[in-house]
T-cell receptor, first 116, second 110 residues
Framework: GAGVSQSPRYKVAKRGQDVALRCDPISGHVSLFWYQQALGQGPEFLTYFQNEAQLDKSGLPSDRFFAERPEGSVSTLKIQRTQKEDSAVYLC??????????????FGSGTRLTVV | GQQVMQIPQYQHVQEGEDFTTYCNSSTTLSNIQWYKQRPGGHPVFLIQLVKSGEVKKQKRLTFQFGEAKKNSSLHITATQTTDVGTYFCAAQTGANNLFFGTGTRLTVIP
């Protein structure tokens, strides 16, 4: 597609529930990033994929967070046993360059997760 | 880890006034990017600066990269209500991702 598509747009989860957030990057973009943005804050890096390889997951806050991109296109961010502190907007971005170096990122509209 | 600080955190200006936000890093940066995020929206890429001392312009927006590649600024001339939003700088130090600054939230009073 023309842009980065994320779904769902909004998700309300009960504490302890598992959630899965989907990102469909721009076709052909090798790099895919997940960011977490808390209210009033800047985006915080979670993880990076180059094609299907997860090259950096240093930003994942706990082992409850898991991301995959099995065929090098669509990616899923899964959060197990959600906690209230997981409430945030989860942004996906893609880039045509490996590592996103020297290229702007194109962000999706995000998924706003609210854990109640 | 990498920290990129932005000042001011908030800025209220009268429509037609100028606006500047500053971005500072303690380490030398490979490049710096600027993004705009409208209220309720997502970050949108504005520009990238790579060279020491580089200056780029986009209509009323002027972007600068410091000589030491540790700081940057965004200046908007004669603000309009369409300029409302949060402006983020984002830095790459050679790693695989961008570190976003704390952002400056701009409010333009008509």
């Amino acid at each position: 597609g023309a842009g980065v598509s994320q779904s769902p747009r909004y998700k309300v989860a009960k504490r302890g529930q598992d959630v899965a957030l989907r990102c469909d990057p721009i076709s052909g973009h090798v790099s895919l990033f997940w960011y977490q943005q808390a209210l009033g804050q800047g985006p915080e890096f979670l993880t990076y994929f180059q094609n299907e390889a997860q090259l950096d997951k240093s930003g994942l806050p706990s082992d409850r967070f898991f991301a995959e991109r099995p065929e090098g296109s669509v990616s899923t961010l899964k959060i197990q046993r959600t906690q209230k502190e997981d409430s945030a907007v989860y942004l996906c971005a893609s880039s045509s360059r490996p590592g996103g170096m020297d290229a702007g990122y194109t962000f999706g509209s995000g998924t706003r997760l609210t854990v109640v | 880890g990498q920290q990129v600080m932005q000042i001011p955190q908030y800025q209220h200006v009268q429509e037609g006034e100028d606006f500047t936000t500053y971005c500072n890093s303690s380490t030398t940066l490979s490049n710096i990017q600027w993004y705009k995020q409208r209220p309720g929206g997502h970050p949108v890429f504005l520009i990238q600066l790579v060279k020491s001392g580089e200056v780029k312009k986009q209509k009323r927006l002027t972007f600068q990269f410091g000589e030491a590649k540790k700081n940057s600024s965004l200046h908007i001339t004669a603000t309009q209500t369409t300029d409302v939003g949060t402006y983020f700088c984002a830095a790459q130090t050679g790693a695989n991702n961008l570190f976003f600054g704390t952002g400056t939230r701009l409010t333009v009073i008509p």
